[in-house]
């Protein structure tokens, strides 16, 4: 099994930014896939980006783009998620997942394609 611990949640301003970072542990080595997903009260869980195991290919919901970044540190098994220009409607819990291949090269980000998931982190955005 796979256990994901999600970190670097809080309240912020908007305008400002937050690094969310997910470590792994246990049986990473077929993991071919990470993603950051959120999920605000009322609302459907929603993929943010997700990244390849090896950081080649990522992939950004539309409202994330040009102001968030994802990335990998193999070395260290975390994923990070810098998040800048925040905006109040980027308020919401924040979830890693990791899966394996799926059949495709492109980075999933749809939810039910992931196997395992972290306990979750709060970001809240204040205007």
């Known amino acids: 099994a796979v256990q994901l611990v999600e970190s670097g949640g809080g309240s912020v301003q908007a305008g400002g930014s937050l690094r969310l970072s997910c470590a792994a542990f246990?049986?990473?080595?077929?993991?071919?896939?990470m993603g950051w997903f959120r999920q605000a009260p009322g609302k459907e869980r929603e993929g943010v980006a997700a990244?390849?195991?090896?950081?080649?290919?990522?992939n950004y919901v539309d409202s994330v783009k040009g102001r968030f970044t994802i990335s990998l540190d193999n070395a260290k098994n975390t994923m990070y998620l810098q998040m800048n220009s925040l905006k109040p409607e980027d308020t919401a819990t924040y979830y890693c997942?990791?899966?394996?291949?799926?059949?495709?090269?492109?980075?999933?980000?749809?939810?039910?394609?992931?196997?395992?998931w972290g306990q979750g982190t709060q970001v809240t955005v204040s205007s």
């Open positions: 997942a990791a899966t394996f291949w799926w059949g495709s090269e492109t980075a999933p980000t749809r939810p039910e394609i992931y196997n395992y």
């Open positions: 990244i390849s195991s090896r950081g080649v290919n990522t």
């Open positions: 246990g049986l990473t080595d077929n993991i071919e896939f």
